[in-house]
């Protein structure tokens, strides 16, 4: 099993340019999420999803919008980028359905985004 | 809402000895779990601990122990046997039926040999 998967690793883009991350699970989990981390503010909560065909807004959706039109696949975009999008953004997953937020969380690799 | 401090930004520890890492949380539900992660240089997070609210025993895992403070809302990591290895930025974290995870900003572990 791969587990998470991001795409890409790393991109530089200009202001007010768009792009979309691609999250992938193999794993079959329910919950999928998208967080940004910021040096000196951990992680923080963008959107989440309770499965295919549902979005939920986090602590810090302003700018960014997802779909999950498969289950196993969760995207992120940013439709006119800014340079306070500069960050680490992480996709996670957990199993669901019944205790969804009590399980385990599985990380990505992360995914490094500068605006310039 | 939830909420999560960790009070401590930086800490340093000989290899082979003990450290303990601070957590305080704020939450309104009554059950919820507790979760300590690891972040190493390579960037990836790993999960360290768990412990569900309603359980009283304290969760080990190897090296790895907590000392859950219900009442007190203290949810604090111990190291025990440090090593190298365990340099890494730690991370506490709550999460309920209702709510996902809500992460602390972080405590950065060094380990010195």
């Known amino acids: 099993n791969a587990g998470v998967t991001q795409t890409p690793k790393f991109r530089v883009l200009k202001t007010g340019q768009s792009m979309t991350l691609l999250c992938a699970q193999d794993m079959n989990h329910e919950y999928m999420y998208w967080y940004r981390q910021d040096p000196g503010m951990g992680l923080r909560l963008i959107h989440y999803?309770?499965?295919?065909?549902?979005?939920a807004k986090g602590e810090v959706p302003d700018g960014y919008n997802v779909s999950r039109l498969k289950k196993q696949n969760f995207l992120l975009g940013l439709e006119s980028a800014a340079p306070s999008q500069t960050s680490v953004y992480f996709c996670?997953?957990?199993?669901?359905?019944?205790?969804?937020?009590?399980?385990?969380?599985?990380f990505g690799p992360g995914t490094r985004l500068t605006v310039t | 809402a939830q909420t999560v401090t960790q009070s401590q930004p930086e800490m340093s520890v000989q290899e082979a000895e003990t450290v303990t890492l601070s957590c305080t949380y704020d939450?309104?539900?009554?059950?919820?779990?507790l979760f300590w992660y690891k972040q190493p240089p390579s960037r990836q997070m790993i999960l360290v601990i768990r412990q569900e609210a309603y359980k009283q025993q304290n969760a080990t895992e190897n090296r790895f122990s907590v000392n859950f403070q219900k009442a007190a809302k203290s949810f604090s990591l111990k190291i025990s046997d440090s090593q190298l290895g365990d340099t890494a930025m730690y991370f506490c974290?709550?999460?309920?039926?209702?709510?996902?995870?809500?992460f602390g900003k972080g405590t950065r572990l060094s380990v010195i040999a």
């Open positions: 996670a997953s957990s199993y669901g359905p019944d205790d969804p937020y009590l399980d385990e969380q599985y």
């Open positions: 999803s309770v499965g295919e065909g549902t979005t």
């Open positions: 939450t309104s539900e009554s059950n919820y779990y």
């Open positions: 974290a709550c999460s309920s039926g209702n709510t996902p995870l809500v």
